[in-house]
């Protein structure tokens, strides 16, 4: 008898130690239907659901408004609920460092890095300006006759911009930058001759490229891109040592448990291995990153120290 009670009780403890969803689960995108993080979220509900017939139903639900703010917010509100997940990217860090937000990666359980999209530098397709060398004569000759499309300040394309800026000896604080809220509202201001260059993931500009109506200049990423960028040169190739990754994680409520974070590690690794994530990977011009555990934990730490440097260079920080 006393063996059985002490079987029966460490099977109670395998059993307690294995979580799996038990309610639909809420896969939170901080942008609107069709932005970047809204793609990513869609991507992973329908592979999920297609890789694994035994899983719960899964709904993308947008949570648009505070450049992610919103969103950490609501996701928050569920602390150590595991049925609600969020897609999150570098503002997570910079809304903090700039007083739009009270959370930062420390803020929220950090479940896995899914991938990367690398910053491209878009001119309209007539502009004098061929190569990132072009560019960097306009500035530094005079900084603010370069009209300069972003949409978010202090987000990955407007770091990646400042660090290359301050690569070629500009200050940063000189140059003349345009907010716009949408990346679509930027691309129409460049094919409209209002600004002279657009900053942006390649997903905002491919389409424009793809057409004839822009050009790439360059890209920011650590090597060439293929399909219609694989001639279009990096930074690096052109002198400037700049690379900076506008990463997609999945991220849970705070407070989640081992248990959950262990099951949904294993599931998002599980995805990214899939011939289906490789499709779109590809179609999306998205770089594999897939990270977890420890090594998450110390890429978003090395990230938010980065930032929080030039976020402060830039006096942008609260």
């Given at each position: 008898?006393a063996c059985a009670?002490?079987?029966l009780?460490e099977?109670?403890?395998?059993?307690?130690q294995?979580?799996?969803?038990?309610?639909?689960?809420?896969?939170?995108?901080?942008?609107s239907?069709?932005?970047s993080?809204d793609?990513?979220?869609?991507?992973?509900q329908?592979?999920?659901q297609?890789e694994d017939r035994?899983?719960?139903p899964?709904t993308?639900v947008?949570?648009?408004g505070?450049?992610?703010a919103?969103?950490i917010?609501?996701?928050?509100?569920h602390?150590?609920?595991?049925?609600?997940v969020a897609i999150?990217?570098?503002?997570?860090n910079?809304?903090f460092?700039?007083?739009?937000s009270?959370?930062?990666?420390l803020d929220v359980?950090?479940l896995?890095l899914?991938s990367s999209?690398?910053t491209v530098?878009?001119?309209p397709?007539?502009?004098?300006v061929?190569?990132?060398?072009d560019?960097a004569a306009?500035?530094?000759k005079?900084?603010?006759?370069v009209?300069?499309?972003i949409?978010t300040?202090g987000?990955?394309n407007?770091?990646?911009?400042?660090?290359?800026?301050?690569?070629i000896?500009?200050d940063v604080?000189?140059?003349k930058?345009?907010?716009?809220?949408?990346?679509?509202?930027s691309?129409?201001a460049?094919?409209?001759g209002?600004?002279?260059?657009?900053?942006s993931?390649v997903?905002a500009s491919?389409d424009?490229v793809?057409i004839g109506?822009?050009r790439?200049i360059a890209?920011g990423?650590?090597?060439?891109?293929g399909?219609?960028l694989?001639?279009?040169p990096t930074?690096?190739?052109?002198?400037?040592?700049?690379?900076k990754?506008?990463w997609?994680?999945?991220?849970g409520?705070?407070?989640?448990g081992?248990?959950?974070?262990?099951?949904w590690e294993?599931?998002?690794?599980?995805?990214s291995?899939?011939?289906a994530?490789r499709?779109?990977?590809?179609?999306?011009?998205?770089?594999d990153s897939?990270?977890?555990?420890r090594?998450?934990?110390?890429f978003?730490?090395?990230?938010?120290?980065?930032d929080?440097?030039?976020?402060?260079?830039?006096?942008?920080t609260k």
């Amino acid at each position: 008898m006393a063996c059985a009670a002490a079987f029966l009780s460490e099977a109670a403890q395998v059993q307690a130690q294995i979580w799996k969803p038990s309610k639909p689960v809420e896969i939170i995108s901080p942008s609107s239907p069709g932005g970047s993080t809204d793609t990513t979220a869609r991507t992973m509900q329908r592979i999920m659901q297609q890789e694994d017939r035994g899983m719960v139903p899964l709904t993308v639900v947008n949570k648009a408004g505070g450049n992610q703010a919103v969103a950490i917010a609501y996701l928050n509100q569920h602390a150590g609920d595991a049925h609600y997940v969020a897609i999150a990217n570098p503002s997570l860090n910079s809304n903090f460092l700039t007083g739009i937000s009270d959370s930062r990666y420390l803020d929220v359980t950090a479940l896995a890095l899914l991938s990367s999209e690398y910053t491209v530098f878009t001119v309209p397709a007539a502009s004098p300006v061929k190569r990132f060398a072009d560019l960097a004569a306009l500035l530094k000759k005079t900084p603010e006759s370069v009209a300069i499309g972003i949409t978010t300040r202090g987000g990955a394309n407007h770091l990646v911009l400042c660090l290359a800026a301050r690569a070629i000896g500009v200050d940063v604080r000189k140059l003349k930058i345009v907010s716009f809220k949408s990346n679509g509202e930027s691309i129409t201001a460049l094919l409209g001759g209002h600004i002279h260059l657009v900053v942006s993931t390649v997903a905002a500009s491919i389409d424009q490229v793809t057409i004839g109506t822009a050009r790439f200049i360059a890209v920011g990423s650590p090597q060439r891109l293929g399909g219609l960028l694989a001639n279009t040169p990096t930074l690096r190739e052109q002198g400037i040592d700049v690379t900076k990754a506008n990463w997609r994680v999945v991220v849970g409520a705070k407070k989640l448990g081992t248990p959950e974070i262990a099951y949904w590690e294993g599931a998002l690794r599980r995805m990214s291995r899939s011939a289906a994530w490789r499709e779109a990977l590809e179609k999306e011009y998205w770089t594999d990153s897939f990270m977890a555990g420890r090594e998450l934990r110390a890429f978003l730490e090395s990230e938010y120290a980065v930032d929080k440097a030039l976020l402060s260079e830039l006096g942008l920080t609260k």
